[in-house]
């Protein structure tokens, strides 16, 4: 996809499709490239990088969602989706081995080295599932067929179409009530309001981002908070989702060991850490 406009000329009166093609360019041109270094590189951020292109292209696509020929929009969000759900276990493994697992087994335990070795071939295998996915004809072809299909609506009639900035301003304030409401719910602890908390926050910050120049300097302020929040609870979901895993594995003779100091310590800082993001939580009610 070619931007016709460039950076400089994004302004507030600015036709809302017109300048479509423009904010998604950045997404796509990662999707590209990463898409290329993911079936040669085992560095987690080249898969991180690409995961989370595709969820800001998904926010920007539902800010957008009024202004597209019907059904486009969740169209394309949930293909984009699948491909990140597909690609996201080599992500979850390498956090779950080379952050949490470290803090949690000493090296010296006795079947430490065994259980790594189990972890790590799991690794290996989820990253190859995830290599055929986007190393696959029907990615490239569906990464061109998402391109063409903005370009399309893009041209389509853009005159009509709302500017940029009341469009990045009635799509923030949503975005921005959904988080409140989830903010009052979020109190008790609960890691299903919890998790839908972050997503939200991570659409909001995403919007934020994509609109900051036709945004108010206070609307732009905020991404920095946002972001930290969004740390507090990505912590706490790499605990939840390692569990998860973990809890899935057979507890072989040889690691059960180190598997079962693994699980109570992920138990315990489950607690911990969702205690932070709840206090992060009610910290951010009291900013607003």
């Known amino acids: 996809m070619v931007s016709c406009l460039s950076s400089s000329e994004l302004h507030r009166g600015a036709h809302a499709l017109t300048v479509l093609p423009h904010l998604l360019s950045s997404d796509v041109a990662t999707l ?3 898409s290329s270094d993911y079936l040669v590189s085992s560095d987690s ?3 991180h990088e690409l995961r989370v292109a595709l969820r800001r292209l998904r926010a920007l696509l539902w800010a957008y969602q009024a202004l597209l020929p ?3 929009a969740n169209h394309w969000r949930q293909q984009l989706g699948d491909i990140a759900n597909r690609i996201g276990a080599p992500r979850n493994w390498d956090v779950i081995i080379d952050t949490l697992l470290r803090a949690a087994v000493p090296s010296s335990h006795p079947s430490a080295l065994i259980f790594l070795e189990a972890l790590d071939g799991i690794r290996h295998n989820a990253r190859e599932e995830s290599r055929m996915v986007v190393s696959s ?3 490239a072809q569906l990464l ?3 391109m063409a ?5 893009a041209g389509a009639r853009p005159e009509q179409s709302r500017s940029v900035g009341e469009l990045a301003r009635g799509r923030v304030k949503a975005a921005s009530r959904r988080l409140d409401k989830l903010l009052t719910r979020a109190g008790d602890g609960s890691l299903a309001v919890l998790h839908q908390t972050r997503i939200q926050i991570k659409r ?3 919007l934020l981002e994509y609109f900051s120049p036709v945004l108010k300097k206070a609307d732009r302020k905020r991404i920095v908070g946002l972001a930290q929040l969004q740390g507090a609870l990505g912590a706490l979901n790499d605990v939840v989702v390692g569990s998860a895993y973990i809890s899935a594995l057979p507890a072989l003779a040889e690691y059960a060991p180190a598997h079962e100091l693994f699980m109570q310590w992920l138990k315990k800082e489950k607690k911990v850490r969702r205690r932070k993001a709840v206090r992060a939580l009610k910290e951010l009610s009291r900013q607003r």
Request: charged fraction near 20%; include cysteine.
């Open 32 to 34: 590209e490239h990463c």
């Open 45 to 47: 951020e080249v898969g």
């Open 70 to 72: 019907e059904g486009l």
């Open 137 to 139: 004809p029907t990615h």
């Open 144 to 146: 061109s067929a998402f």
């Open 149 to 153: 299909a903005i370009d399309h609506a």
């Open 204 to 206: 909001l910050r995403y």
